[in-house]
């Protein structure tokens, strides 16, 4: 990361803006997307609604955008779109909802993603677990009369 021996100054934000959470950008534009606040210029419940949203999104810092979607499948974006999309209409939801003194909750979310390979199996494990489900299930079958 920073630790060679080049002397950072971190004065600016520019300075350490090529480090980022991949979530941020496509949050932000589905909050576009999804209210017209926004797009008159509300900056302050852009705000808001970003940082509930962005904090139901799993942190996933990267450099570079390629960096994640390199490795994945079109299932793995289309689940994260789907999760941004949700996440974002939940904001939305609950920051109008506290605007107008409500006690809002916001609904569960599951964080983990396809994304997230390490906790997928391959697709070798999926045919040895694929394989011994079958196993299981006609031995479990009683004999044919």
Known sequence: MLTNSRNYSLDTYDEIDFIHNYYE??????????????QEGDRDFLADVACVALNRM???YIRHDVDMTFFMSPQDIQEISNK?????????????????????????VDVSLIANRASKPTKAEA????????????KSKPPKK
Request: charged share 35%.
């Open 127 to 138: 045919k040895v677990t694929d394989e011994t489900a079958v196993k299981k299930a006609a």
């Open 58 to 60: 799993p942190p996933r």
């Open 84 to 108: 941004v999309v949700q996440a974002v209409t939940d904001a939305i939801n609950y920051v109008e909802g506290r605007e107008r003194g409500e006690d809002v909750k916001l609904p569960a």
């Open 25 to 38: 950008r496509l949050v932000l534009e589905e909050i576009f997307a999804q209210s017209m606040r926004v």
